[in-house]
């Protein structure tokens, strides 16, 4: 009766010590899915944005040529075609919304093929330029911001609900 006991306990604590391992196990290959994950969101996301559009953007901002500041919108633009509608899912507003963008991009990019025609010396030359410089950091901002509403889309963010239950699980198998 005595060893019958004893290899009762003896089995259930070589079970505890498999579902702990497995625990374990789940918990290290969760937080390995949530890192590749963030990384494969910020590859397939947010880079795409920051090297097609913000970075011509910027490079816009700080041209002093209407050449130039048309150059870099045209790319501005081409990088901005892959995106359409509003990323933002609460309370979206035009001035996160690509397609509206895109327009005052291409607007923008319309009077600075119209400006470059003319003499640098040309007051409304001059006077684009300032604009331009001056108005292409708010897209920049505005697009900053749609990239912060693409990583919280509703999909990523029921994705990281269920890591976080699959944790949850994990822990609770490793602590058993």
Avoid at 46 to 60: E, G, N, S
Wanted: contains cysteine; glycine residues 2%; charged residues 20%.
């Amino acid at each position: 009766m005595y060893m019958n006991w004893v290899k009762q306990y003896e089995r259930a604590v070589r079970r505890r010590r498999i579902v702990n391992r497995v625990g374990v196990a789940m918990f290290l290959a969760v937080i390995a899915m949530a890192v590749v994950l963030t990384i494969k969101i910020y590859i397939d996301v947010i880079y795409p944005i920051d090297r097609d559009v913000i970075t011509h953007l910027d490079f816009a901002a700080k041209q002093a040529s209407a050449d130039a500041i048309a150059r870099e919108l045209e790319l501005a633009i081409e990088g901005l075609s892959k995106y359409h509608g509003n990323p933002v899912w609460i309370m979206p507003t035009a001035a996160t919304d690509f397609d509206y963008i895109r327009n005052q991009l291409e607007e923008q990019y319309r009077m600075a093929l119209n400006m470059s025609k003319l003499s640098p010396s040309d007051y409304a030359y001059q006077r684009y330029v300032e604009n331009a410089i001056r108005t292409l950091p708010q897209y920049i901002s505005n697009l900053n911001t749609c990239k912060k509403w693409l990583i919280i889309s509703p999909q990523n963010l029921a994705t990281f609900a269920i890591l976080v239950a699959l944790m949850a699980v994990a822990y609770k198998l490793a602590t058993f």
